[in-house]
């Protein structure tokens, strides 16, 4: 007899990328698009210049992941 496998239930929550106003610096956090759907904007520190800074909402990959072409 075969078991029947349950289905695991999907995350709610994504990775989001916060970078800093001033300096571009990066906070990577989990957060749940269906209690937050608009972008976050969050005053936090920022450690290049030793300040609380805002922090706005960005895509986390920005292309970073990409597969590059080789070079011949």
């Known amino acids: 007899m ?3 496998s349950k289905k695991k239930a999907k995350n709610k929550r994504s990775l989001v990328a916060l970078v800093s106003t001033v300096t571009g610096h990066r906070y990577v956090i989990k ?3 269906t209690n937050t759907p608009d972008k976050l904007e969050r005053r936090k520190y920022d450690p290049l210049i030793r300040k609380t800074v805002v922090y706005r909402e960005t895509a986390k990959n920005l292309g970073r992941n990409e597969v590059k072409p ?3």
Do not use: G, T
């Open 2 to 4: 075969a078991k029947k």
């Open 31 to 33: 957060k749940n698009s």
């Open 70 to 72: 080789r070079k011949k």
